[in-house]
């Protein structure tokens, strides 16, 4: 009895620490948000985030219990050594010049960059096989990233995370402008979820909807971020963001009021039970010069005024956790409505914006021409150009030229400056070196591409024109793609430049700002840091007639067949003569009976 | 004492003669169970559908694939054991009037795309090679998970392909052909390798037989839309969206299909009956010669489905918590780092270093007689 007793105490000590371990708080934690953003042009955009924080260091091996952060990418982090990894897929363009300047651009098509830690070997296996496996994860050709469309920047693309070094050869990045988008990326994307697609803000994201739009982007981004404010331990930072642009006319008929309801054919009713936070914000920040032109209903409880992308600008905040905003009717339909038809003023452009073309004619050679836009009245700010050319338009360096010309003036009553003196016209061909930054990475054939990268300082209110002639390549009858009269695809400029802000933005903590907010580090309160992407470019290639081979062995299999093979036959066969078969039913009877027996017939 | 011993021995005896014929009945009843349980000799099932054609007007032979694909996945074969492949997108074509659907009935009664759909090769990965080489297994080492057929010896396959063919080949995306007797090879290889059970091949093309024609392998049963010298034709068109919605033959398919349920008995008999010459104009075709069982045994759950032969208990088991080692690797954890300094975000285009970088990188070939940093470490 006492030797029982004895027995149990010692059990109860050895379990007890164990046992009760589960009194530890959860390491991971989610964040959901969604925001509204009417755009100039009369459409409106929304973005989700999704960001899974995980207070963890997934490089060593054993890390075996997941909770929020997805295993499948968890796995990935941990076996492939990875710092970052941004992974994109986009239908559509984003229109600066019209919708204003975007809180996150992707380009049309896939991108993925990745930086490696520094303790990987081979960088371009690990790169390969990351690209294979993530191919299998989003149901997309990633697979086609190799050699040929990878490139590694030498200034571009420093990490958005946490970093202690940046040396660029642990960089890839790759861009597959052919790729298509559509419901099988979703699927994989929103099953990552920790709420899936069941519950929150996810509820909204469905296909018919979100695929009949002008513009859809689905990313993910994985990065270390600090843990607390004095920043002196690292966590694990997943981001799935989806962007989606409604147009006014095809979804909306041609009525600017917008709902929830008619933008997603769904309402909300509760938030993820596994988030932290989840949020719902609506720009109610007014362009004109009286307030109230837009009217959003149900009346907000809270909102929220910081300094984004350079201007201030006024949220409209609906917390789902909080029980007063989905209360009376159990779901939340958030509406927009104009007040009054706002007037047909200019919209705000953003200060810069690009865009990208091909010129020349004929299936021989052309030019690539890239303007650069900066719309800023009096400041100058630098921009970093990447542009990655592929193998097949051989690009001549010694043509590559930039220019700035001056804008007209055109005075406009919406200006808040004063009126700027008359810019000179500037024609001058910049000389290269004087940029202060050039790198050119000529191509060679089959393996790898042209990359360019360049620093411009661009005038203030000028039009920058970046032209490089080059000239097409004749492929091997192989490598042509099953339909080649669509075109090749050239991918998408980079521009990334640190705009000046109007009003200067104060450095806050990440944890306490919404995740809108904090998408790239602030290093300089002064001006902000973009990245936009131009268009995708489409170039006819020479295409060769792929009947012609079946053609010409039809052709010559005919003429040998006749003229030769009929001399052939004519010259090597012997005739003879051969009696005509005659006979009577009873010769046929008795042919058929020997047959049976088995005997050679009469 | 010795009588009683006796006694009862003797009565247990005798109790042990009368049951005996009830014992037998029991065990021939349990062996009945047993062989209606293991009556078709497969464990698992896969499906690899393929869709072989490009651009829009062949909108129907997506349509096809997409039809099965939803009926296969309806019946219980779970994503990871279908290979889909798809040559080109219409769901998300820009001529597509309703993007992100793919409808098969005309005024969009049904949307075989749906919202749930997982497409393993797509657009330019769909060559004969890859379906080759998913079909006998010998694949790069990189390729992922999802577009292998990971299939063993008691795996049930249906290989169900749609597109252009002609006598004795299918047409791939318009670049590439696969004869009757390069499929037939593969599936030797398969054979050979024991990388099926049994194999239901469905093909809807024009002459559409002459694909089956070549197979010799055990243990195939092959069906096609029409004979050799026919041409297999559409279905209807839809004035919205402009294109044929689907071809004849899977559209009767799928009408069957759609009646059926996991725990139906329908045998393959009725589907051989599908789709008669008044309905399809081509007259269907099917082989069973290299197949052991009688076809009328073999149920369309078989291929269509995953019906797991699983037996319900309820027993309750209780799983103790391994607390050894969620504690430790909590404590493993916690036991990282604080660091010495703090840590600090990358600047996204710092200019001064970047011009400085590229005077470094400019010079000559001789950069440290001028640059003075060339003396740091």
């Not at chain 2, 559908?49 to 074969?77: D, E, M, P, Q």
């Not at chain 2, 037989?209 to 068109?237: C, K, T, W």
């Not at chain 2, 309905?279 to 995953?306: A, E, W």
Request: proline letters at 7%; aromatic letters at 10%.
């Amino acid at each position: 009895m006492a030797a029982a007793v004895r027995i149990f105490l010692l059990v109860l000590l050895l379990l007890g620490p164990g046992g009760w371990g589960q009194a530890e708080p959860p390491r991971d934690s989610l964040r959901e948000e969604l925001v509204i953003t009417p755009l100039p042009s009369g459409d409106v955009a929304a973005t989700f985030q999704f960001r899974t924080r995980w207070d963890s260091e997934l490089q060593r091996e054993w890390v075996s219990h997941y909770r929020l952060f997805p295993k499948a990418l968890g796995q990935l982090i941990s076996k492939y050594s990875l710092r970052e990894l941004h992974l994109s897929l986009t239908q559509g363009f984003w229109r600066t010049r019209y919708w204003g300047t975007p809180f996150l651009q992707a380009p049309s098509g896939a991108e993925l960059w990745a930086w490696f830690q520094e303790t990987v070997t081979d960088v371009d296996e690990s790169w390969k096989e990351l690209s294979n496996v993530l191919s299998g994860i989003f149901c997309a050709s990633l697979n086609f990233i190799d050699s040929t469309n990878t490139v590694t920047p030498t200034a571009s693309f420093k990490p958005l995370g946490l970093a202690n070094g940046t040396d660029h050869s642990f960089l890839r990045y790759a861009v597959l402008p052919r790729e298509v988008v559509c419901t099988e990326n979703l699927t994989p994307w929103k099953k990552l979820l920790p709420c899936s697609s069941k519950a929150g803000l996810s509820v909204l994201l469905k296909a018919d909807r979100l695929f009949h739009t002008s513009y859809h982007s689905q990313a993910v981004h994985i990065r270390p971020v600090c843990r607390n404010a004095r920043c002196t331990s690292v966590s694990w930072e997943l981001r799935q963001t989806l962007s989606v642009v409604f147009d006014a006319f095809v979804t909306g008929q041609g009525k600017k009021d917008w709902s929830l309801f008619r933008m997603f054919s769904r309402t909300l009713t509760e938030p993820c039970p596994l988030a932290l936070e989840s949020r719902v914000y609506v720009d109610i920040t007014s362009y004109g010069q009286d307030n109230e032109t837009l009217e959003v209903y149900p009346p907000p409880l809270t909102t929220y005024q910081d300094v984004i992308l350079g201007t201030r600008k006024t949220y409209a905040v609906y917390d789902l956790l909080d029980a007063a905003v989905v209360s009376n009717s159990r779901s939340l339909n958030i509406q927009l409505k104009w007040k009054r038809p706002p007037e047909n003023e200019a919209p705000p452009v953003p200060f810069l914006y690009a865009q990208r073309y091909v010129s020349g004619y004929g299936l021989q050679s052309g030019e690539l021409s890239t303007l650069l836009y900066n719309t800023h009245p009096y400041r100058a700010f630098p921009v970093l150009l990447l542009d990655s050319v592929p193998w097949y338009l051989r690009l001549y360096v010694h043509t590559l030229t930039i220019t700035s010309k001056g804008k007209e003036n055109k005075p406009s009553e919406r200006s808040p400056q004063p009126a700027p003196p008359p810019p000179l016209p500037l024609h001058v061909p910049q000389h290269l070196s004087s940029q202060g930054y050039i790198h050119y990475q000529p191509a060679q054939d089959r393996m790898q591409p042209h990359l360019l990268e360049m620093l411009i300082q661009l005038p203030a209110n000028s039009i920058t024109k970046v032209s490089i002639q080059f000239e097409r390549a004749l492929l091997k009858w192989t490598e042509y793609t099953p339909d080649p009269n669509h075109g090749f695809y050239v991918s998408p400029s980079v521009l990334s430049a640190l705009v000046p802000s109007v009003v200067a933005a104060k450095p806050g903590d990440w944890e306490e700002s919404p995740l809108f907010n904090s998408l790239f580090p602030v290093s300089d309160s002064s001006s902000y840091f973009v990245r936009l992407y131009t268009e995708p470019l489409l170039v006819s290639l020479p295409t060769p007639d792929f009947s012609m081979p079946y053609n010409v062995v039809c052709l010559t299999c005919t003429v040998v067949a006749v003229c030769y093979g009929s001399f052939y036959n004519l010259l090597t066969r012997t005739f003879q003569i051969e009696e005509p078969r005659k006979g009577g039913l009873a010769k046929r009877l008795a042919n058929l009976v020997r047959r049976a027996r088995g005997v050679p017939p009469l | 004492m010795v009588d009683t011993c006796f006694l009862s021995q003797g009565l247990t005896t005798l109790a042990g003669l009368l049951l005996l014929p009830f014992g037998s009945l029991a065990a021939s009843q349990i062996e009945d169970q047993a062989e209606q349980f293991f009556r078709s000799g497969h464990t698992n099932n896969w499906a690899v559908l393929v869709c072989t054609s490009r651009f829009w007007f062949n909108y129907r032979h997506v349509a096809n694939t997409l039809s099965v694909y939803r009926s296969v996945k309806r019946l219980g074969i779970p994503d990871s054991h279908i290979v889909l492949m798809l040559a080109d997108d219409m769901a998300c074509n820009p001529r597509n009037p309703k993007p992100a659907t793919v409808y098969s009935h005309k005024n969009m009664e049904l949307n075989v795309y749906g919202d749930d759909v997982e497409v393993d090769y797509r657009s330019y990965e769909v060559t004969v090679e890859n379906f080759l080489r998913v079909l006998t297994g010998r694949i790069p080492s990189s390729t992922p998970r999802s577009k292998r057929l990971l299939s063993d010896d008691r795996s049930n396959i249906l290989i169900y392909m749609t597109g252009h063919g002609g006598n004795g080949f299918l047409k791939f995306q318009d670049s590439e052909e696969i004869t009757n007797i390069e499929l037939a090879d593969a599936f030797e290889q398969m054979w050979q390798k024991r990388r099926y059970n049994e194999l239901l091949f469905i093909i809807d093309t024009c002459q559409g037989a002459s694909m089956y024609e070549r197979f010799y392998s055990p243990n195939i049963m092959a069906l096609a839309s029409s004979q050799v010298g026919e041409d297999s034709l559409s279905h209807q068109p839809d004035p919205a969206v402009g294109v044929h919605l689907m071809d004849r033959y899977t559209f009767y398919v799928l009408e069957f299909l759609e009646e059926i349920n996991p725990a139906s008995q329908t045998n393959m008999n009725d589907l051989f009956q599908v789709c008669p010459k008044s309905l399809c104009v081509s007259t269907p075709g099917h082989r069973t010669d290299l197949f052991q069982r009688d076809p009328k045994n073999v149920l369309i759950t078989d291929f269509f489905g995953s019906v797991r032969k699983v037996e319900i208990t309820t027993e309750t088991l209780s799983l103790q918590p391994d607390s050894g080692v969620i504690e430790s690797s909590y404590k493993k954890d916690q036991m990282v780092e604080e660091l010495m300094e703090p840590l600090k975000y990358a600047e996204q285009l710092p200019v001064a270093q970047i011009i400085h970088q590229g005077i470094f990188l400019n010079q000559g070939p001789n950069p440290c007689l001028s640059n003075l940093l060339c003396l740091l470490p």
